[in-house]
């Protein structure tokens, strides 16, 4: 008699959080064929950089040179990155459909207000990171256009607050009247965005030189936006 097929052993392997992708080499391929996901690992080897070397920088002569070392990369990885975010503006054209779909008149002028602030955020970074980049010489922008795209992102960054909290809100709802492990899963994922819009605003603080704003604040929040829009994007390249 023939023997049963042996059933694979998923007791030990690596299952996305939130999902039941296991994490296995032909996943992890396919995560990092997708240019968001690579960007977005990118960030948090960024932020994680930027929080080691503020630790290092204050304890102690001895280990400033480390210190600024990483500093330097997470400064490094920061301009790296932009060359992922070129003509990411281009994508959110893709939400005015749903934005026209919405029934609540409120809700759905907030939406086409979250795609003109994405939109407009996203354009003055290309402005800013062609300079950065070196595709264009120094001194070509103005010496404050980057400040000005800093002060783009952080009024995006208060739409998006809204904007989540709304969907937070609903799927929370949702998710009172719905035990199953699908809609409980997408309600966790909206609070996670949620909290992921609030570090980015803090971030933000900081980047326009507020005069509230900490640059410890600024490390934490920058890295904990860089984990969940990491597993955000590695979910939708497993789909």
């Given at each position: 008699?023939?023997?049963?097929p ?6 030990l ?6 999902s ?21 690992a990118?960030k948090?080897?960024q932020y ?17 040179d480390?210190?600024?070392?990483f ?8 301009t ?9 503006w281009m994508k959110?054209l ?14 759905r002028?907030?939406l ?21 980049v070196?595709?264009?010489?120094k ?6 256009t980057?400040y000005?795209?800093?002060?783009c ?16 809100d ?7 009247a719905?035990a199953?492990?699908e ?9 996670l ?32 936006a ?10 939708r390249?497993?789909?």
């Amino acid at each position: 008699m023939a023997s049963a097929p042996l059933k694979e052993d998923v007791s030990l392997a690596l299952v996305l959080p939130l999902s039941d992708k296991v994490v296995d080499l032909k996943a992890a391929n396919k995560m990092c064929s997708s240019a968001q996901t690579r960007e977005k690992a990118l960030k948090i080897i960024q932020y994680s950089a930027k929080l080691l070397a503020y630790w290092l920088l204050r304890s102690g002569q001895s280990l400033a040179d480390l210190g600024k070392h990483f500093d330097a990369l997470a400064k490094n990885l920061s301009t790296a990155r932009r060359f992922f975010k070129f003509m990411r503006w281009m994508k959110h054209l893709e939400d005015i459909e749903d934005a026209r779909a919405e029934k609540n008149p409120q809700f759905r002028s907030l939406l086409f207000l979250d795609i003109g602030c994405n939109i407009v955020a996203d354009i003055s970074e290309d402005v800013t990171s062609l300079e950065k980049v070196g595709i264009l010489r120094k001194g070509v922008l103005p010496k404050r256009t980057e400040y000005y795209a800093n002060w783009c992102q952080l009024v995006l960054a208060a739409v998006e607050i809204f904007v989540s909290k709304v969907k937070a809100d609903r799927a929370v709802e949702k998710a009172q009247a719905d035990a199953s492990v699908e809609v409980q899963r997408k309600s966790t994922m909206a609070r996670l965005e949620f909290s992921k819009f609030i570090a980015d605003l803090i971030k933000a603080f900081y980047d326009c030189e507020l005069s509230f704003a900490s640059e410890l604040g600024f490390c934490i929040s920058g890295l904990w936006a860089a984990l969940v829009s990491s597993h955000k994007y590695a979910l939708r390249a497993l789909k």
